[in-house]
């Protein structure tokens, strides 16, 4: 027996083939299983617990399909696992970036990410999120 409908299946096998690189999915925000991940790398300091759990918090309130990646592990098994599932925007807290004050912002598709001052991270988010959102209806 065959289908020839375009299913659920189809359409993410498709975009997995259109949208990937080397470490894997590069889901577009739309159908992305989350919008933003949320990657504290330092679980046993204080300061990056509450400044990732304060982003997180921030981001869920505002909206966003947010994920906490709050397992003890490396931060660079939390970086591949990321990266592999394809999640478009991912926050990065660390002890050294918490102490100058920023987080570093990476879209998935790009290589780079920009330091954010703290204050400022949860409404440049949500403004990068809305405008991938944008993208997509235009």
Do not use: H
């Not at 065959?2 to 993410?12: M, S, T």
């Not at 894997?24 to 679980?43: D, K, L, R």
């Not at 599932?85 to 790009?110: A, F, H, Q």
């Amino acid at each position: 027996m065959g289908c020839y409908g375009i299913g659920i299946n189809r359409i993410l096998a498709s975009a997995i083939e259109l949208y990937n690189d080397e470490n894997g999915i590069v889901w577009p925000i739309s159908i992305a299983p989350f919008e933003v991940i949320v990657t504290p790398v330092n679980q046993d300091d204080p300061d990056v617990v509450r400044v990732a759990d304060d982003l997180y918090n921030k981001l869920a309130e505002a909206g966003i399909d947010v994920l906490l990646d709050d397992r003890d592990l490396r931060g660079g098994v939390k970086f591949k696992d990321a990266d592999l599932i394809g999640i478009p925007i991912r926050v990065t807290v660390g002890k050294k970036s918490v102490v100058e004050g920023n987080v570093e912002v990476k879209l998935r598709s790009e290589k780079d990410g920009v330091k954010t001052p703290i204050a400022e991270t949860a409404q440049k988010v949500i403004e990068l999120v809305n405008s991938l959102k944008a993208r997509v209806k235009a």
